[in-house]
T-cell receptor, first 115, second 113 residues
Framework: EAGVAQSPRYKIIEKRQSVAFWCNPISGHATLYWYQQILGQGPKLLIQFQNNGVVDDSQLPKDRFSAERLKGVDSTLKIQPAKLEDSAVYLC?????????????FGPGTRLTVL | GENVEQHPSTLSVQEGDSAVIKCTYSDSASNYFPWYKQELGKGPQLIIDIRSNVGEKKDQRIAVTLNKTAKHFSLHITETQPEDSAVYFCAASFNPGANNLFFGTGTRLTVIP
């Protein structure tokens, strides 16, 4: 089974520029998560989708971050404009919506550097 | 919300020795506790998990224990090997199929050959 795909793997931008990340979850996984992992810290949830609806976006800085999941499959996360403190690895994860199915599968992440 | 603390932040052991990583959580409603291994340049990968109705779970060289009363859980790796070297994260969640994971700050384990 193919894993969670993310692109690009690396991105370097200057502050105030815009950037977008793409995620393709495991086929059939209804739940999709975007996490932000700052260097030396654990991942922190930004937004969670169930199919194409938002379940939790309480930690998403909505003045600059946006995300969508068209047709309940692929998802994009956008930052506009970027700040220095947005430098981090952005991880996408997916899981099935089934009781007793607990595992979240993570993609390799996109490493963002804001200069 | 949930707060997960993890110790130690770094751990070095000789090959063949055991390694123990400890975590505490704050929300008594949390009922799912996974451990993830993250290698350089990769996303976290689940290595073992435990639900709150179980006190201990073992999978070959890896075991996890859970003390619900004290709200702490631990990862035990026996007979460590160099390939065990990585960053390990504990996490906690309530109803993990729907809710997100709250991660600890990570432990960098180095196994010295």
């Amino acid at each position: 089974e193919a894993g969670v795909a993310q692109s690009p793997r690396y991105k370097i931008i200057e502050k105030r520029q815009s950037v977008a990340f793409w995620c393709n979850p495991i086929s059939g996984h209804a739940t999709l998560y975007w996490y932000q992992q700052i260097l030396g810290q654990g991942p922190k949830l930004l937004i969670q989708f169930q199919n194409n609806g938002v379940v939790d976006d309480s930690q998403l800085p909505k003045d600059r971050f946006s995300a969508e999941r068209l047709k309940g499959v692929d998802s994009t996360l956008k930052i506009q404009p970027a700040k220095l403190e947005d430098s981090a690895v952005y991880l996408c994860a997916s899981s099935t919506w089934r009781e007793r199915s607990d595992e979240q599968f993570f993609g390799p992440g996109t490493r963002l550097t804001v200069l | 919300g949930e707060n997960v603390e993890q110790h130690p932040s770094t751990l070095s052991v000789q090959e063949g020795d055991s390694a123990v990583i400890k975590c505490t959580y704050s929300d008594s409603a949390s009922n799912y506790f996974p451990w993830y291994k993250q290698e350089l340049g990769k996303g976290p990968q689940l290595i073992i998990d435990i639900r709150s109705n179980v006190g201990e779970k073992k999978d070959q060289r890896i075991a996890v224990t859970l003390n619900k009363t004290a709200k702490h859980f631990s990862l035990h790796i026996t007979e460590t090997q160099p390939e065990d070297s990585a960053v390990y994260f504990c996490a906690a969640s309530f109803n993990p199929g729907a809710n997100n994971l709250f991660f600890g700050t990570g432990t960098r384990l180095t196994v010295i050959p």
